[in-house]
């Protein structure tokens, strides 16, 4: 059995690369401090797998945990979802990011080579792009950051890029996700943010369920086909399959790589509005209001790079995106308790 080491495996992508792996034939082993997730997630794992979820309360930084777990479990990789990932927070809060998420990093990769694991998959994120000058992005665009939390992803590429080069028995997977959207189809697990959602599709969410009373949407004036922002949706079991790609590669071919995980497609704010509207049967209020600080006007991936060096494309529609997230939110309208 080849175990799996999932720092931040209770959060929301986490969770559901969770699912996938076992599913896959891994062991994944969950460490988290529930500093930005719920316990709860627990039971549901178990009542998806029907087996029994390995899980330790700790930080990613405790160097004398990490490497104690990998010896005991004999970890052959690390997925290294531990990190804080607001952008706005970051902006107002830039120290707690460099410190949860660089210094978790640091920590982390010390931790691994003092107990011989050396291969690791990193949650990045299109956030390393910036503004880009066009679309579809592809990896060899360059990197900008536009927040604390993007030159926090931005860095700890460079961290590991530098342990590439400095040990050769090392190799990594960097998996730069676009939007991650949706849950599990069982509707037993999904995106569960704290306090009020910053994400699009949360927030549908929640005023479809009627906790929230109107979408605001931040600005219809940008240079989209409706002026709303268009972003690459990925629907979180493809981005869970997509890590058990990375994983196989990785594991298989000892070769290292930096990959997009998007659909390749844009959609805007208005269409996930109406798509979303289709899926729970009834209208999603909204007004158009101004633009928020930071936001861009289009994102989508160029995906064809995963697809060759993985063997994987995402495969759902923004519709199953939309009623996955609907089931999770109408059956757990306060999420985990
Ligand atoms: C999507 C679109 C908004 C909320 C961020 C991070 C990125 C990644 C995903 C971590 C935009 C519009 C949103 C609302 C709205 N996170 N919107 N009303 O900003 O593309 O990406 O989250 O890795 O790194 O930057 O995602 O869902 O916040 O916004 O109109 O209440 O929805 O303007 O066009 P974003 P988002």
């Not at 970051?90 to 080579?113: C, H, W």
């Not at 792009?129 to 030159?151: C, K």
Request: aromatic share 8%; net charge negative; glycine share 10%.
């Amino acid at each position: 059995m080849t175990n799996i080491l999932l720092t931040g495996g209770a959060g929301y992508i986490g969770s559901h690369t969770y699912v996938a792996l076992v599913a896959a034939g891994y062991r994944p082993i969950i460490l988290d401090d529930y500093s930005n997730s719920h316990p709860g997630v627990l039971a549901r794992l178990e009542e998806i797998t029907g087996k029994p979820v390995l899980h330790v309360r700790g930080s990613v930084a405790d160097v004398g945990l990490v490497s104690a777990l990998v010896d005991e479990h004999k970890v052959q990789a690390v997925i290294h979802f531990a990190g804080f990932k607001a952008v706005g927070e970051s902006v107002a809060e830039p120290l707690k990011y460099f410190d949860n998420n660089i210094t978790g990093m640091l920590r982390l990769m010390q931790a691994m080579d003092q107990a011989n694991c050396r291969a690791l998959v990193f949650s990045s994120s299109a956030t390393v792009y910036g503004d880009p000058a066009s679309v579809p992005i592809t990896e060899a665009f360059p990197l900008r950051h536009t927040s604390p939390y993007g030159y926090s992803k931005i860095v700890c590429e460079e961290m590991i890029a530098a342990m590439l080069a400095a040990k050769p028995a090392w190799r990594a997977g960097v998996l730069r996700y676009f939007n991650p959207v949706g849950a599990h189809p069982s509707g037993l697990i999904g995106e569960s943010p704290q306090g009020v959602p910053n994400n699009l599709m949360p927030y549908v969410a929640q005023v479809a369920t009627g906790k929230r009373a109107q979408l605001n949407i931040w600005g219809a004036d940008y240079p989209t086909p409706d002026g709303t922002g268009v972003r690459d949706y990925i629907h979180v079991m493809d981005l869970a399959e997509g890590h058990v790609a990375a994983l196989d590669a990785l594991l298989k071919t000892e070769s290292s790589f930096t990959v997009n995980l998007g659909t390749g497609q844009g959609h805007s704010v208005l269409e996930v509005v109406r798509a979303f509207s289709l899926a729970c049967g009834h209208a999603v209020p909204y007004e158009i209001c101004a633009r928020r600080p930071g936001d861009i006007a289009q994102c989508y991936a160029d995906p064809a790079l995963a697809q060759r060096l993985l063997g994987w494309r995402a495969q759902r529609t923004l519709a199953d995106m939309c009623v996955d997230t609907w089931r999770w939110q109408s059956r757990n309208p306060e999420g985990y308790s």
